[in-house]
């Protein structure tokens, strides 16, 4: 069994979403054979890298496990055109695991990134290698961590993605 974490951009363009999704179903494309119940993904499942990433897994069979930063990380960061994806791949989820952060923010990011790393052997970074911009919990807060603990690191960032922010 391989279990991957992801960490990466919620502000990927139009055209770097079909880019990155590509990338990942490529990824695991080895495991979508007849589905792999040893491929397991974490993901908080944000809009982005994170959903793709999820939605890679599932595609190739594998078992999703959702971290959730807090208790009303639904209502607080989901926007409306991101939930019909969100709600679907909680559904989805073979694992729901929240942590005890009751809002989100920056402390309840960093506690989902440390317990989505807890939980994996690697971890996926559709990131592209911009260093932290702000108080923690952001992909590369994730990418610092995982390498801190001498986890491998594969860094996904296609020819031509871009972020839109």
Not at 78 to 86: G, L
Request: charged share 20%; with cysteine.
């Amino acid at each position: 069994m391989t279990t991957y974490a992801v960490t990466g951009h919620t502000d990927l363009t139009d055209a770097s979403t079909e880019l990155v999704r590509d990338a990942l179903r490529g990824l695991f494309a080895g495991h979508s054979a007849g589905g792999d119940a040893g491929l397991v993904g974490v993901s908080c499942i944000a809009r982005g890298a994170d959903s793709l990433f999820a939605e890679a897994v599932l595609d190739a069979g594998g078992r999703l496990v959702v971290v959730l930063p807090s208790r009303d990380y639904r209502e607080a960061e989901v926007k409306p055109d991101d939930a019909p994806v969100f709600d679907r791949l909680m559904e989805a989820a073979a694992e729901v695991v929240l942590t005890d952060h009751e809002t989100a923010g920056p402390a309840a990011y960093q506690a989902a990134n440390t317990a989505m790393l807890a939980r994996a052997e690697r971890l996926i970074a559709v990131w592209d290698g911009a260093p932290p911009s702000g108080p923690g919990g952001g992909t590369a807060d994730a990418v610092l961590e995982a390498r801190a603990a001498g986890m491998p690191v594969r860094v996904i960032w296609p020819e031509g993605a871009r972020r839109s922010g």
